[in-house]
Structure formats: structure tokens, C-alpha cells
Antibody, heavy 119, light 108 residues
Framework: QVHLVESGGGVVQPGRSLRLSCAAS????????MHWVRQAPGRGLEWVAVISHDGTMEYYADSVKGRFTISRDNSMNTLYLQMNSLRAEDTAVYYC????????????WGQGTLVTVSS | EVVLTQSPGTLSLSPGERATLSCRAS???????LAWYQQKPGQAPRLLIFGTSSRATGISDRFSGSGSGTDFTLTISRLEPEDCAVYYCQQLDRSPITFGQGTRLEIK
């Protein structure tokens, strides 16, 4: 059974950095693109970033471009999101999700990790 | 970017009725690249429909998707109390990937 577990969330001051991790198990991690999606409290879903199965391609939402970096370690079956220059509007639950291998949908999601940006 | 507008914002129906949820795109979206998700309170989203009309693994046949171009629809037949959730459409055709703002479905 596919399992995705996010970690690394917490309270951080504006302007500071945080790195999220997503541990994947029970599937061939290096065969799938992976995404980060976030959800601000009481709001809808916002796509953040995607990385290809081999880590050679990355795409970002305009709202995080230049501040966030998605990466992966296929030897550790782990996805990362490095978040720099954090702003109050980055406060959200961050989900990692697996692409279905054909870019047709996100078929498995973690339970999310909460990031709160506040002074 | 492709803006997805979902309507209605909230839908309140009784068990056994049919729900029709709309997703309108600001640009044409390839039919292969339109998906629908269900999110219940305190839970992660769950993929319902991909490729406009294909049900994801384990999804009830009460859920069906249709549409093309800029207009897409999620239909839920024979509503059950467990269908109470927020439903999101998503396009994966053009970067950046975008979601609609969601439709809240209430079961009376």
C-alpha cells in the first residue's frame, strides 16, 4: 500500500527557512513524478511544485518561484521542499502527492504537515 | 495560467438526489488532463476522476465525469451522506497546474 509521510512543519518567523520532507514507501519511488500541494487554513488547494521521476525537471507556482526548491533523493525514497524567505501567506498544510505516472492526476497523498509563518 | 472556476460554490441536496458540479476553464484544457478530487474535513484530498471521465481505483460508479474544451462536469448520482465534502477540479495540461476554488456539497 502506497504510503507518503510528510514531516518538518512547524512555526517559523517571516524571512526564515524551513525544509519539508516526504518519506515514500511501498512503491517504486524513482518511477514517479512527485508534487507538493498546499492548503491555507480554511482555503482551497494550491499546487506548489512538481519534480520529474529522475529529478531533472522542476516546475513551480509563480507564488513560490525563486523562494522554494523541490528536490528528491531516490536512494532514500524521499521528496523535499526547501522553503526560503517565508512569508505569512505561506502558512498552510503542505501535502506531498504522487503523480499517477501519466500526468493525469495525483493518485496518492500524504496527510500533510502544517507550516505556520508568524513572528 | 489556466483559471478554473467551479460552480456552484455550495450545493445542498438530499440523499438519493443527483449532484452536478461544474468546472469552467479560462482556456481549453486537453481532456486527458482534467481531474476531480474529493476532500473531507481533516483529510487529504482523494483522486476521484482523471482524464475527464475515468474513475480512479476504488471509486464508486456513482461518480462520473464528462466535458471537453473549457467546460467539465462531475456528476454524483444517488447521493449518500458520506458524499458530504468539498470537490475540486484540477488541470494538468499547462504549467502551472491549477485547481478550482472548490464546490462544497452538503447533504441535508
Amino acid at each position: 500500500q502506497v504510503h507518503l509521510v510528510e514531516s518538518g512543519g512547524g512555526v517559523v518567523q517571516p524571512g526564515r527557512s524551513l525544509r519539508l520532507s516526504c518519506a515514500a514507501s511501498s512503491f517504486t519511488f524513482n518511477s514517479y513524478s512527485m508534487h507538493w500541494v498546499r492548503q491555507a487554513p480554511g482555503r482551497g488547494l494550491e499546487w506548489v511544485a512538481v519534480i520529474s521521476h529522475d529529478g531533472t525537471m522542476e516546475y513551480y507556482a509563480d507564488s513560490v518561484k525563486g523562494r522554494f526548491t523541490i528536490s528528491r533523493d531516490n536512494s532514500m525514497n524521499t521528496l523535499y521542499l526547501q522553503m526560503n524567505s517565508l512569508r505569512a501567506e505561506d502558512t498552510a498544510v503542505y501535502y506531498c502527492a504522487r503523480d499517477d505516472a501519466e500526468n493525469l492526476g495525483l493518485d496518492y497523498w500524504g496527510q500533510g504537515t502544517l507550516v505556520t509563518v508568524s513572528s | 495560467e489556466v483559471v478554473l472556476t467551479q460552480s456552484p460554490g455550495t450545493l445542498s441536496l438530499s440523499p438519493g438526489e443527483r449532484a452536478t458540479l461544474s468546472c469552467r476553464a479560462s482556456q481549453n484544457v486537453g481532456s486527458n488532463y482534467l481531474a476531480w478530487y474529493q476532500q473531507k474535513p481533516g483529510q487529504a484530498p482523494r483522486l476521484l476522476i482523471f482524464g475527464t471521465s475515468s474513475r480512479a481505483t476504488g471509486i464508486s460508479d456513482r461518480f462520473s465525469g464528462s466535458g471537453s474544451g473549457t467546460d467539465f462536469t462531475l456528476t454524483i448520482s444517488r447521493l449518500e451522506p458520506e458524499d458530504c465534502a468539498v470537490y475540486y477540479c484540477q488541470q494538468l495540461d499547462r504549467s502551472p497546474i491549477t485547481f478550482g476554488q472548490g464546490t462544497r456539497l452538503e447533504i441535508k
